[in-house]
């Protein structure tokens, strides 16, 4: 291996490295309880690395928003994907839903809690946390449409989920995912 390709691996290990302890600590304590010192101090990362991956604070939450979007999607398709009926992959969103609000250290929606913390000072999060949200919004349209239910059907079972992921963070409970499921359900047995 080359001196490049070694650098070019040390970078994206730190940069890794980085990332996942930011995940860690903006979503178990929030972000602006979190310091870059912190963020160090949890990667092993040296400051002056950190900031050379990541100059700002802004540009490390936009970047832990990026990667969690595309892990917390992709993990979600997956679990629908194994589903062959139209409908029931719609329900199993809520399936998933449920078991992600059970999982161990689960505070709500990574992205509604941005939004809450740094939306109003912060166009780059604000932009990061919509176009989560709008391409979760496109994704769940796309199964409502492939159950033959129309597009307004889409938005109320986008509502459902949104709001059972913000009553389950707040509550601290799975039971808001079966209740939206439930709901869901009912939406999606009534004729259009």
């Known amino acids: 291996m080359d001196s490049t390709a070694a650098r070019e691996q040390a970078v994206a290990r730190a940069r890794d490295q980085a990332l996942d302890a930011a995940e860690e600590l903006f979503y178990g304590r929030g972000i602006q309880a979190v310091g870059m010192d912190d963020v160090r ?26 990667r969690r979007d595309v892990r917390w999607r992709r993990r979600l398709a997956e679990y629908v994907d194994r589903r062959e009926d139209p409908a029931e992959r719609v329900l199993a969103v809520f399936d998933w839903l449920e078991g992600w609000f059970a999982e161990p250290g689960f505070r709500g929606c990574a992205w509604i809690n941005s939004y809450g913390e740094l939306g109003a000072t912060s166009p780059r999060v604000a932009a990061r946390v919509r176009a989560h ?60």
């Open 41 to 66: 101090g949890t990667s092993g990362v040296s400051l002056k690395r950190l900031y050379q991956l990541f100059p700002s604070k802004e540009l490390l939450v936009e970047a832990y928003l990026e």
């Open 133 to 192: 949200k709008q391409a979760f919004k496109g994704w769940l349209a796309a199964l409502v449409a492939d159950a033959g239910r129309p597009a307004t059907l889409a938005e109320q079972v986008y509502l459902l989920a949104e709001g059972a992921m913000v009553t389950a963070g707040v509550e601290q409970s799975t039971a808001p995912a079966a209740h939206a499921r439930e709901a869901a359900r009912a939406l999606l047995n009534s004729r259009p």
